[in-house]
């Protein structure tokens, strides 16, 4: 979970990292002091570029970056800002800590130089936590970076930046930008309290959202695209592979989605209406690999009950394998007959991609 | 002889009292595997279907020679249990728990590696050599097994457990057999990537050829393409790399695994395909196009 930069930052203040004096506010007001700095908070990055961030020196300018407040910005609402001193910067840093594949375990990322472009300039260097005391640096700044090393693993953090890291004018060194990413693997030993949140498009992957944290039984996602052919798939490689097939076969896909640990019939009901009702959804198709052990007739419970509610004119094509499978089909083939659904469907004989260009053409045919 | 699993292994299974562990038991001992006992910390004396469950691996060990671990125990401790049996000595070790914590997954891969062990996982969905033996619920109920598997010359390896069992069909249907097919985790870090297992096959006499199922995201398959320029894997290597889509559609989303995602640029699959292609692999790209390359290739 990404959390906003006053989040973010209260967690440092916590373990006892200065940040900058500051102020959260959620309604358009008088400025709290002057000069300060406005920032807008969002969950993505770059905000400096986008006018996200303001330096405002008179009430004037501090009204007139109050302006954002309750805006749509890419897909985010703004509904708080980050009033914040100006902190009077002698030096700056770049300091990152995440995991990394290629030495597998968690890594800093340093500059000497910090500031909005680092990423770009080249001058970071990549250490390995464990690697930490070989790192060139002040000493004190070592130390800090040591601390922050300390909060970035027992917070269970995926990601903590700090950028820039500064040096005031007395000596102290304070956060000024801060971007945290906590592992949602780690929630049920952190225990964390934050409200919920991410960039919801439609109530529709609200709704499979909800759907998939009431248990631990398997996963259910959903994310929708622009496209008119829905994807029920299942598998984390086998729905990579199959969006890969539908959109090689011409298709445009209407969303992304992915069904696997042998969810409940409720979890895959949830995710089957949602792609079902998606407007403009043209054709449906179910696919997935060979399944290990999530239950073909499970899962065929939880969409028949869906295809029942939406009764659907539009057709649908199915691969599918696995566990129960011959008995799982078998119930998707009676209920289509006795509910005159357009249902095309295919076990292991057939390939796991080779409906791709079946279920393209069908939606095609009965698009025109 | 196969890889990982062998005539001679003899398995322990930590977490054999929750509802998965009993699930893999039954799977296990329904197809060759010599589970000989389990753990569950305060379940010491109990049975699951005739196996003697203890309360600690070196307790268990004292009573039995077992080489090998499957690790089913809950997300929070698996770091636990992975460590426990390395300092009992254990060096073969099947992590099935998923959804660990970074940190915990951080500390297990780098324990291994001090010491010297295969760890397969976290989130591995088991690994497999046909009429050998199994760790964990790879392959599912015998029925499907059955159709999926059967003993040959090709590797198979895949982060994704659905990917392993269907890319081991496609082997089958072009009416070949797998040596062993490892699921080596949909997890960010695991502690056996896809070179760490060629290294594995380029030693065993019965693998004449791998098939590598990649996908977006993370430097794995990067690794892949170093092993076969050094000539550190020498036999045919069969990729096929998906998600393919996100770079035209969503690029920075995550799809798939936890380990799947674009980030600032890296881990797009056209890149992993071209570095491969251009290392020697024989990329697929179709999938359908598997079974026909791997035939080829023998």
Redesign the interface.
């Known amino acids: 979970m990404k959390l906003y930069e006053f989040e973010g930052k209260e967690l440092l203040a916590k373990a006892g990292f200065a940040v900058p004096k500051a102020v959260l506010l959620e309604n358009v007001q008088d400025a709290p002091f002057l000069p300060c700095v406005v920032k807008a908070q969002v969950l993505f990055g770059k905000r400096m570029k986008q006018g996200l961030v303001k330096v405002c020196k008179t009430q004037d300018e501090f009204s007139d970056a109050m302006t954002v407040l309750g805006k749509d910005v890419n897909g985010e609402k703004v509904e708080h800002l980050l009033v914040e001193e100006l902190v009077n910067i002698k030096k700056e840093y770049y300091v990152s800590f995440c995991?990394d594949?290629?030495t597998?375990?968690?890594v800093l990322l340093f500059s000497e130089e910090g500031g909005i472009d680092v990423?770009e300039i080249g001058t970071v260097k990549k250490v390995p936590l464990?690697e930490l005391h070989l790192l060139k640096t002040e000493v004190n700044v070592l130390a800090q970076i040591k601390r922050l090393a300390d909060v970035f693993?027992k917070s269970?953090c995926?990601l903590l930046e700090i950028n820039p890291l500064a040096v005031d004018g007395t000596g102290t060194m304070i956060a000024v930008g801060a971007m945290v990413e906590l592992?949602d693997?780690?929630q049920?030993?952190q225990k964390w309290q934050y409200p919920p949140r991410f960039a919801i498009r439609s109530e529709r992957e609200l709704e499979v959202k909800k759907a998939n944290d009431v248990d631990h039984h398997g996963t259910v996602k959903y994310?929708e695209?622009?496209g008119d052919i829905g994807v029920l798939a299942?598998?984390?490689?086998?729905?990579?592979?199959c969006?890969?097939?539908?959109?090689?076969a011409g298709g445009r896909?209407a969303n992304?989605s992915?069904f696997?640990?042998n969810p409940t019939a409720e979890k895959v009901y949830t995710l089957a209406r949602a792609v079902m009702t998606k407007p403009g959804v043209g054709g449906l198709w179910i696919v997935?690999?060979?399944?290990?052990?999530?239950r073909v007739d499970v899962m065929m419970e939880g969409i028949i009950r869906a295809l029942k509610e939406v009764n659907p004119k539009f057709p649908v094509v199915v691969r599918r394998?696995?566990?129960y499978?011959a008995e799982g089909l078998q119930m998707l083939r009676d209920a289509a007959k006795e509910n005159g659904w357009d249902v095309e469907v295919h076990g292991?004989e057939t390939?796991?991609?080779?409906t791709a260009k079946v279920i393209v053409e069908k939606v095609k045919k009965w698009q025109s | 002889m196969a890889i990982l699993i062998d005539k001679n292994t003899t398995v322990l299974i930590q977490g054999i009292t929750g509802g998965e562990g009993r699930k893999a038991l039954e799977r296990m001992k329904d197809y060759h595997t010599r589970v000989l006992c389990g753990v569950t910390p305060g379940k010491g004396g109990q049975e699951v279907d005739g196996t003697p469950v203890y309360n600690s691996v070196r307790e268990a060990l004292e009573k039995h020679k077992v080489n090998a671990s499957l690790i089913m125990v809950p997300p929070l401790a698996a770091k636990g249990a992975v460590l426990e049996a390395l300092d009992a000595g254990l060096r073969t070790i099947v992590c099935v728990t998923e959804n660990i914590p970074l940190a915990d997954a951080a500390v297990m891969v780098r324990r291994a590696r001090e010491v010297g062990a295969v760890l397969i996982g976290p989130g591995s969905v088991g690994v497999m050599s046909p009429g050998l033996g199994r760790m964990g619920p790879i392959g599912g109920p015998r029925d499907v097994l059955e159709r999926v598997y059967e003993k040959g010359n090709v590797g198979v390896i895949s982060k994704s457990g659905g990917m392993t069992n269907e890319v081991s069909f496609v082997v089958r249907q072009a009416g070949l057999g797998q040596s062993t097919a490892i699921g080596m985790g949909g997890e960010m870090l695991v502690g056996s990537a896809y070179a760490d297992l060629l290294r594995l096959f380029e030693k065993d006499d019965e693998t004449k050829a791998v098939v590598l199922f990649g996908e977006l995201g993370g430097t794995y398959e990067e690794e892949v393409a170093r092993l076969l320029k050094n000539k550190e894997f020498t036999k045919p290597l069969i990729v096929f790399i998906a998600g393919k889509f996100a770079e035209r559609i969503a690029p920075g989303q995550q799809f798939g695994h936890a380990g799947a995602m674009i980030e600032r640029g890296k881990g797009k699959p056209s890149e992993k395909m071209r570095m491969l292609k251009s290392a020697g692999a024989i990329v697929a790209e179709r999938f359908e196009d598997i079974g026909l390359l791997v035939r080829d290739a023998l």
């Open positions: 995991y594949t290629e597998r375990g968690a990423e464990s693993v269970d995926r592992d693997a780690a049920g030993r994310v695209l622009d299942a598998g984390g490689g086998a729905s990579l592979t969006m890969d097939a539908l959109v090689a896909p992304f992915e696997s640990g997935g690999a060979v399944a290990n052990f999530s394998a696995g566990p499978e292991s390939g796991l991609t080779a």
